[in-house]
């Protein structure tokens, strides 16, 4: 069984600061999953929840890049949600919502098995997986939520890698840790403001090897768009006030959800990333300052 711990599934994100959101994209989905990899993205997240997602499009777009860019599916990493029907347009959903939970899921991950299949032949189902498979919220209980995941760990190495859960409190994620057998990888969580941006939950991912992911992470934050750490940064650093916000939570060990639809700015955020990088290790003393303000604003001042 692989390891079940950050530093494992950061290896397999490709230590991106970067995961691509693919939700909202509707029929353009193929075409953008494409230019994101070809731009450099090599992470991609999406759901089985046709209302918001286009899972088919995302594989589809993903084997055209395949082959266009001469790369294997190990290359990448996919990471794709079971959905309740609480979450779903019962009229186009991936399973029937009368059907026992079991069965949804079974259902549900078979659905995207196919639909992330590594090539068109569907003989390739045979060797098709998911890198992580996430609950995309917690279910109706707390009972609920522990069968679904049972059901998903019987999944894992073979055609799961990872398991995740996304919209989550701590307490329920504590529950979740404690009464499963293979431990939750990713938390994926809006990091903003109404959460006062998860800071005990992301302090207890750190001390159990979880990646926290975030999403929403620019339309969710205009005040920190607009804070003086993200100003100052991207003024000396030469990059977008975006990719100041992006590195800055980067930093908190959080790896962002990035959903452009510019093919151009795909590249500038990635490139901008770097710079950012770059220009940190020749300034640290001011980096350091203008990190140390971001924590403070966002409640980190007891991390380290």
């Not at 159990?208 to 920190?224: A, M, Q």
Request: proline share 5%.
């Amino acid at each position: 069984m692989p390891p079940t711990h950050s530093n494992a599934v950061r290896q397999a994100i490709g230590n991106s600061p970067f995961i691509y959101g693919t939700a909202w994209k509707k029929d353009a989905t193929t075409k953008l999953v494409s230019q994101a990899l070809s731009a450099g993205f090599v992470a991609i997240d999406t759901a089985a929840q046709p209302r918001h997602y286009r899972e088919d499009l995302v594989g589809t777009g993903m084997r055209e890049s395949l082959v266009s860019n001469n790369m294997k599916r190990e290359q990448l990493y996919v990471q794709t949600k079971f959905t309740s029907p609480a979450g779903q347009d019962l009229n186009n959903m991936p399973y029937s919502a009368e059907a026992p939970l079991e069965t949804q899921l079974h259902t549900s991950v078979k659905s995207s098995l196919h639909n992330l299949r590594p090539t068109d032949d569907l003989s390739s189902m045979d060797s098709s997986y998911i890198d992580c498979l996430l609950l995309h919220s917690p279910l109706q209980t707390t009972r609920a939520t522990m069968e679904a995941w049972k059901v998903l760990e019987s999944y894992v190495p073979h055609s799961i890698r990872y398991l995740g859960i996304s919209n989550v409190t701590l307490p329920v994620l504590k529950a979740l840790y404690n009464g499963s057998t293979i431990k939750p990888s990713v938390v994926q969580n809006r990091f903003y403001l109404a959460t006062a941006y998860d800071v005990p939950l992301r302090r207890f991912c750190r001390e159990k090897d979880i990646v926290y992911e975030s999403f929403w992470t620019l339309t969710g934050n205009p005040g920190l768009l607009q804070s003086t750490p993200v100003v100052m940064l991207a003024q000396f650093a030469g990059v977008s006030k975006a990719v100041a916000l992006y590195s800055l939570v980067t930093a908190l060990d959080v790896v962002v959800l990035n959903g452009t639809t510019n093919a151009e700015r795909m590249r500038e955020d990635l490139q901008g990333a770097e710079k950012v990088q770059q220009w940190a290790r020749k300034m640290q003393d001011s980096w350091n300052t203008i990190l140390g303000d971001f924590k403070h604003l966002v409640g980190d001042t007891d991390v380290e």
